[in-house]
């Protein structure tokens, strides 16, 4: 079964040197190391933070700082 792609060139050349291409980018993207996301805070003595007093909450800065939340590249807007 063949993936859906572009429509193939009418030269001969430079379409087995775009298959080629894309070949190996398929490769490289396949053999990428996962990224591993690294917690740098440390996390508060018994789950509580010393400014706020709030159990279980976000360490760092206060993410409602700016009136919207923040976690892992997604967003809430209050």
Not at 14 to 39: C, G, H, N, Y
Request: aromatic share 6%; net charge negative.
């Amino acid at each position: 079964s063949e993936r859906p792609g572009p429509l193939p060139l009418g030269d001969k050349k430079q379409q087995k040197e775009i298959e080629e291409t894309i070949r190996q980018r398929s490769i490289a993207d396949a053999v990428m190391p996962e990224v591993v996301e690294e917690d740098v805070l440390a996390p508060f003595e018994n789950d509580t933070n010393p400014e706020t007093g709030e159990i279980g909450g976000p360490r760092g800065k206060e993410p409602t700082r700016f009136g919207d939340w923040e976690r892992k590249g997604r967003v809430t807007d209050f």
